[in-house]
């Protein structure tokens, strides 16, 4: 069998470099001057809020206490009760010794009983989110406890939202997009409802978007987050004032210059990621057209190729829907039909 010459199809050398560079830096912070010309020539007027630093900025500040305290009550207030107030907390925790794992939330605060709520966005894939879910509860709810506490009759309540972009392999197999998690005992009973993981999987929410009644609340919060971008003016005017207001605060005019810098290099940040999975598209198809020009020995040249390359674009597919990217822009990369990407969602 004649040799093939790996060299002539492998991926670009620069593909590689940038992956294996850009994922341990961090861009440095963009001046004035280079913020505001990407800010022209991207024509940037909303920002993004699942952005790190949108996220951050649209609901952990004073000035936008409100909105938070609306999508709490509108995802959690049904076992925590109506929220009327909260109080933001530090973020960064440190452990009980030396040895203990440093904890930092997107957002951790309390409410006026001294419950306590974690919000997280994650947007690139974990493998062990749950996992980490449950430590970073654990953590919350021991801060409730007091040196010289000889009873636990004070432990106050933790509520933790998770909103993740991506599939969760515990929900595998369900279109389900939100999940309240209890603990239970073994014949299902509610053993304790002081500790309760709420998961919101976005893609499978965006699967769904032309099917859902945005007259539910749950539903309207997740259009904001994941359509803000996409709208205008025009399309806020008829909602309701909370979800209006939220859609101001996603100006970027309402930006400070430091603001402004700060987003523009999440920003640049996000598009390296997506660069890198470019490339790991590329990898891939030119993994399957291997194994494709293997089969094709024995089963015919053109026909080893072409399930190479299906091979290949199936598992590119999976992997983009795994790390949050929507259906459409997943279809759109890759020229599987949308339906088809869509029945990888319950694989």
Known sequence: MKKRNKN????PKECLLNKETKSSSTRRLPSIEETEAYIREHNLKIINPLSDFGFKRLLATERNKDLLIHLLNTFISEDSGVITDVTYLPTELLGVSKDDKFVRFDLYCQNQNGDRFIVEMQNGWQKHFADRAIVYMGRAAGQSVKRGDNLYENVTSVYSLNIVAYN??????????FWRVYLKDDRNKIFSQKNVLYFVELSKFAAQLQTLDMADERNHWLYMLTQAVHLNHDDVEAMTPVFRR???????????DMDKRNY????????DVKEMMECEREIAEQAGFERGMEKGMEQGIEKGREEGREEALLQTAKNFLAKGISVDDVSEATGLSIDRVRAL???
């Open 8 to 11: 002539k199809t492998a991926p």
């Open 168 to 177: 969760m392999p515990e929900f595998k197999g369900n279109k389900n997009f």
């Open 246 to 256: 939220f859609y101001e605060e996603c100006q970027i005019t309402k930006f400070t």
């Open 264 to 271: 523009v290099r999440n920003v640049l940040e996000f598009e």
């Open 345 to 347: 969602l319950d694989c």
